[in-house]
């Protein structure tokens, strides 16, 4: 696979991540900020947020992110990283997420 496909199916397996309390995957939720592979390596580092600084579920989500994106053909390391900036709102959210939720 290239690295657009790579990335393409990254993106994929980001969206079979729940937050469990919010019935959207995290990708349409707006909490993937950044994705960035480098082909060369197989290395990927990926910023993600969460809906609330608080959350106790933060180390169970991030890592069911490693966990699926290392399970991508040509990704070799994973590198999760939690940032609060800019902070979440509900306008990152997907028009599929918000018509889910009930906000559209």
């Excluded at 947020?49 to 180390?59: K, M, N, V």
């Amino acid at each position: 696979m290239n690295k657009q496909q790579i990335e393409e199916r990254i993106v994929e397996v980001l969206k079979t991540v729940y937050d469990p309390e919010i019935p959207a995957n995290i990708y349409d939720l707006g909490l993937i900020y950044r994705v960035d592979f480098n082909e060369e390596n197989g290395s990927l580092d990926l910023d993600m947020t969460l809906t609330a600084p608080g959350c106790p579920l933060a180390d169970f989500i991030m890592e069911d992110v490693r966990q699926k994106v290392l399970g991508v053909e040509g990704v070799k390391t994973a590198q999760v990283n939690l940032v609060f900036e800019p902070e979440w709102t509900q306008d990152m959210m997907s028009d599929e997420a918000k018509i889910d939720l009930g906000f559209m």
